[in-house]
């Protein structure tokens, strides 16, 4: 499906978007800023209409009926919904009766998703009291106290501290072993290839990439990164060997693109690099989800992979 927003200047903000969710599955959708996530998102959910295509939720077309499509899904927005005047607790419990959620179960299941993200101290304050991090996971709880089919997550895990982002992560994988499709919009490469089953990877507006994180890195195979720390008598050229591409160099660190059949090389030119002083430490690894985003976003467009079955269909 496709979306061009009006006016003037009309923005092409997503184009020949096709993508498939599973009942269980997570689907992370990565991006740069403005790459069209949250559009392609409010579409799915029946917030934006496309201009073309068609979008389905468990057989609800989401284009002819948006109300039934946000029956069926629960969103968690970009932008947190304010509470003024409620606590976490009863702005959760809120949504859930709102849901159709049996008041007991809700108590319920409200205080295991408090407990679960560790923000019980916090659950009962009022809401001018809590910090930007506690009122995104509340946020998160108000999505996830009684799910849809469909759970949509926009950037859950922006402002939360590292150690709650973990439980969070565990908390969003569960919402799938329990049975919900969930797509969940993310900058962050490293923690999603954990927890995630698909990634899709949106670049101006068109899916460059759309695989499960290991077949991604499986193009990685045989491909190492070497990155450098700078010494104090590092000058602009470091005189990369020729096999070392797609180089990047600030003041303090280097990093480039090294076939495995050159490590050794690369190796043996870094300890030389160290010996006059340029280099302070070197490290060869493989390299990550992290770097193959980098490189899909950086350059062109790569073919689009799908699956059968889905829950969602746009
Ligand atoms: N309501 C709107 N009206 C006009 N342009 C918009 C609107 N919402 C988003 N855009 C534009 O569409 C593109 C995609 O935006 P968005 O979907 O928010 O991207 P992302 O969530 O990946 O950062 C951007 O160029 C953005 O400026
Ligand atoms: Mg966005």
Known sequence: MSKKYPGRHGVQAND???????????????????AGKTTLVNQVVG?????????????????????????????QAQANVPITGL????????????????????????????????????????????SGGIARL???????????????????????DPVRRRL??????????????????????????????HLVILDQGTVIAADTPAGLAASTRGVLTVELDLGPASGTDLG????????????????????????????????SRVEMGVVERYALTAASLEDVYVRLVGAGRAPVATDADPVVAA
């Open 16 to 34: 020949g978007i096709d993508l498939h969710i599973l009942e269980g599955q997570v689907v992370g959708l990565l991006g740069h800023n403005g």
């Open 240 to 271: 990369w060997p020729r096999s070392v591409t797609e180089t990047t160099h600030d003041r303090l660190r280097a990093a480039g693109t090294v076939p495995a059949e050159s490590a050794a090389d690369v190796v043996r030119w870094a300890q």
């Open 168 to 197: 969070l992560w565990d908390a969003i994988r569960t919402l799938a072993d329990d049975g919900a499709a969930v797509l969940l919009v993310t900058h962050n490469v490293r923690e999603a290839e954990r927890v995630v089953d």
């Open 47 to 75: 917030l934006v209409r496309p201009d073309a295509g068609s979008i389905r939720l468990a057989g609800v077309d989401a284009v002819a009926d948006p109300d039934g499509a946000r029956r069926l899904a629960s969103i």
């Open 87 to 130: 606590t976490p607790r009863a702005a959760i419990q809120i949504v859930g009766r709102i849901r159709g959620g049996r008041r007991h179960d809700v108590a319920t299941r409200t205080q295991g998703l408090i407990d679960a993200l560790d923000i019980a101290g916090s659950a009962d304050m009022p809401s001018q009291k809590i």
């Open 138 to 160: 509340t946020a998160f709880c108000m999505t996830a106290v009684v799910p849809g089919r469909l759970v949509v997550l926009d950037e859950s895990t922006n402002d939360v």
